[in-house]
């Protein structure tokens, strides 16, 4: 099946991430990227480029006074067993509606030396939001996705009523919402994300803006280690994280060129006007394609309560007589890319990607593309 060149995109890439990567950033790869790559990470260029993130993205987010941008190797998954290790003191309480929420969930099950979790879950397509939780089997740890990429649902970070008093502290895994959707970071301890989303870089690295009773906590639970029966690994530990972010590097090597997208991308959104910018650019392309969906008998958003309803990650549901696969096969072939569901769901749908790199109007030509193979596949 050909799509008439006048339907397609100029940029067909519409993946949840890794997300498309703008051409200046890698051009940048090439030029001011040059003086880096290839550079140890304890030299000072090296060390720019990571100010230059670290000050880039405490103007973009608005960082509170006090709290600090903290990065290390690994990814979030990495950064799951650090929270577990370092920032759960006993017991977590988790919102599990998605992937990410039931694997931070998972790992500080595993802990040998934690308690049983708090899990609170929702069916995908929904949202499970934290509650109070006072009494003997109080956690200190309150933990939620700020978006789940899997399914397309997102909520707005607001700490748990009582919670501060108790000294608990709220974790926001914010990995594909980050420098997209609106936060309070006041409203966090630790909001804590991966650069393929938003930022449009590889994996490999995660960041957290930590609050002072964060960094406290992680000290403390720390230096207890290991006569409490806790065991914090040097690559695990968040002060040395920390120790070493304050100096503009980590702890061992990082993916310098995964630095280098990450600074241009956060230099990008800061340009066009932060992340207020940011954020009604991903509202632009939601709308077309929710409102696209709601007026086909065909296709309808997975998320039915729209206050819910993902603007980086959509997810679109397709009538049973049509085959989802079919039409994002034939999407690809004419260079409309990655806009399959996510493989654990198992659903008839279509998730589109529409982070800031992403173009709104190209977000309304994929659903004119979608509309053309739809009918041509009969």
Same mark, same amino acid.
């Given at each position: ?171 926001? $895994? !914010? #990995?594909?919402? /980050? +420098? &997209?959707?609106?936060?309070? *970071?006041?409203?966090?301890? @630790?909001?804590?994300?991966? %650069? ?122 397709? $009538? !049973? #007589?049509?085959? /989802? +696969? &079919?039409?994002?096969?034939? *999407?690809?072939?004419?260079? @409309?890319?990655?806009?399959? %569901? ?37």
């Amino acid at each position: 099946m050909t799509i008439p060149a006048h339907l397609l995109p100029a940029d067909g890439r519409f993946g949840s991430g890794p997300s498309k990567i703008r051409p200046a950033q890698i051009d940048a790869l090439t030029s001011a990227g040059a003086a880096v790559l290839g550079t140890s990470h304890r030299q000072p260029a090296v060390k720019d480029l990571v100010r230059r993130v670290r000050s880039g993205l405490a103007d973009l987010l608005a960082v509170p006074d006090g709290y600090e941008v903290v990065l290390g190797n690994g990814g979030s998954t990495a950064f799951w067993e650090i929270a577990a290790a370092c920032l759960v003191e006993r017991r977590a309480q988790h919102a599990s509606f998605g992937e990410f929420g039931a694997k931070f969930a998972a790992a500080t099950a595993r802990a040998p030396f934690l308690a049983a979790p708090q899990v609170l879950r929702a069916e995908p397509g929904t949202v499970a939001l934290l509650e109070p939780s006072p009494g003997e089997d109080a956690v200190d740890v309150h933990a939620t996705p700020h978006n789940e990429t899997s399914t397309g649902a997102m909520i707005t970070p607001t700490r748990v009523p009582g919670s501060a008093e108790r000294g608990a502290l709220m974790l926001i $895994d !914010a #990995t594909s919402g /980050a +420098g &997209a959707l609106p936060v309070d *970071l006041t409203q966090t301890d @630790v909001y804590y994300f991966a %650069p393929q989303k938003v930022f449009a870089a590889d994996g490999g690295l995660w960041l957290a803006i930590a609050s002072p009773a964060a960094i406290e906590r992680a000290a403390r639970v720390e230096a207890a280690a290991p006569a409490d029966g806790r065991w914090v690994p040097e690559f695990l530990s968040f002060t040395t994280a920390l120790t070493n972010s304050r100096a503009n590097q980590t702890l061992n090597t990082p993916a310098v060129a995964t630095l280098v997208l990450l600074a241009e991308q956060v230099d990008w959104l800061l340009a066009q006007g932060g992340l207020e910018w940011s954020a009604a650019r991903c509202r632009e392309s939601a709308t077309a394609l929710y409102d696209w969906a709601q007026a086909r008998t065909w296709a309808s958003p997975f998320v039915a309560d729209p206050a819910h309803r993902s603007t980086v990650v959509g997810t679109i549901d397709l $009538d !049973a #007589t049509i085959d /989802a +696969g &079919a039409v994002v096969a034939a *999407l690809r072939d004419n260079g @409309v890319l990655d806009v399959f %569901p996510y493989r654990k769901l198992g659903r008839n749908q279509l998730r589109v990607g529409m982070f800031p790199a992403v173009d709104p109007a190209d977000v309304q030509a994929l659903t004119a593309c979608v509309d053309y193979v739809v009918e041509h596949l009969g």
